[in-house]
C-alpha cells in the first residue's frame, strides 16, 4: 500500500520560512504526480501545487506563486515544499496526496488522488 508522510510543520512568525516534506513509499511505479492542499479550521481543503516525477515539472494556484516552491528528490522518493514570506492567512494543516500516472498535469487541480498523508500543521503568528 502507498504511503504518505508529512513532516516539518510548525510554529513560525509572519515573514518567516518553513520546509515541509512528504514522504512517499509502499509503490514500484516511477510515474506520479504529487500535491500539496491544506485546510484551515471552518474552511474548505484547498490545493496549493504540485509535481510530476518524470520531469519535475511544477504547477501553482496564483496565491502562493512567487511565495512558494515544489521539489523533489527522485532517489529518495520525497517531495518538498518550500514556503517563503509566510503569512498568518497561510495558517492550515497542510497534507500531500498522490495520483499514479497522471496525464494533462496542468489540469492538476481537478484529479483524484488516491492517496494522502495525515497532514502537519502550519501555524503562522502575526
Known amino acids: 500500500e502507498v504511503q504518505l508522510v508529512e513532516s516539518g510543520g510548525g510554529l513560525v512568525q509572519a515573514g518567516g520560512s518553513l520546509r515541509l516534506s512528504c514522504a512517499a513509499s509502499?509503490?514500484?511505479?516511477?510515474?506520479?504526480?504529487i500535491a500539496w492542499f491544506r485546510q484551515a479550521p471552518g474552511k474548505e481543503r484547498e490545493g496549493i501545487g504540485c509535481?510530476?516525477?518524470?520531469?519535475?515539472?511544477?504547477y501553482y494556484v496564483d496565491s502562493v506563486k512567487g511565495r512558494f516552491t515544489i521539489s523533489l528528490d527522485n532517489a529518495k522518493n520525497t517531495v518538498y515544499l518550500q514556503m517563503n514570506n509566510l503569512k498568518p492567512e497561510d495558517t492550515a494543516v497542510y497534507y500531500c496526496?498522490?495520483?499514479?500516472?497522471?496525464?494533462?498535469?496542468?489540469?492538476?487541480?481537478?484529479?483524484?488522488?488516491?492517496?494522502w498523508g495525515q497532514g502537519t500543521q502550519v501555524t503562522v503568528s502575526s
Open positions: 496526496a498522490l495520483r499514479p500516472r497522471p496525464l494533462l498535469l496542468q489540469l492538476w487541480i481537478y484529479f483524484e488522488f488516491t492517496s
Open positions: 509502499g509503490f514500484t511505479f516511477d510515474d506520479y504526480a
Open positions: 509535481i510530476h516525477s518524470t520531469d519535475g515539472s511544477t
